[in-house]
Nanobody
Framework: QVQLVESGGGLVQAGGSLRLSCAAS????????MAWFRQAPGKEREFVAA????????YYADSVKGRFTLSRDNSENTVYLQMNSLKPEDTDVYYC?????????????????WGQGTQVTVSS
């Protein structure tokens, strides 16, 4: 069992940066692959980025590749999503997710644990 709490969302101008954090409870954080998804009202939740259990592998959606960087600190039970060069179309609620196992996936159905979400708003 793992509980996830996101933080770091907010309002930023286009071109700006934000860093999202996801703190996980439990002593087996390194047993989980982690990911971020985002969702706009009335739309399906979409994959943003994912990271393997030890941070050795990362995966990104094409829409954020080169702008977002996902990392993790297993000693702190935390993953970080650094978001640079933000665009208005990045405006969404961002959700942290955990999957038991070493390698991540890109589908929402692959993740059994979710945070409550944090709002990111990018103004033009």
């Amino acid at each position: 069992q793992v509980q996830l709490v996101e933080s770091g969302g907010g309002l930023v101008q286009a071109g700006g940066s934000l860093r999202l954090s996801c703190a996980a409870s439990g002593r087996t954080f390194s047993s989980y692959a982690m990911a971020w998804f985002r969702q706009a009202p009335g739309k399906e939740r979409e994959f943003v980025a994912a990271i393997s259990w030890n941070g050795g592998n990362t995966y990104y959606a094409d829409s954020v590749k080169g702008r977002f960087t996902l990392s993790r600190d297993n000693s702190e039970n935390t993953v970080y999503l650094q978001m640079n060069s933000l665009k208005p179309e990045d405006t969404d609620v961002y959700y942290c997710a955990a999957r038991a196992g070493r390698l991540p996936g890109t589908g929402t159905h692959e993740y059994g644990y979710w945070g409550q979400g944090t709002q990111v708003t990018v103004s033009s």
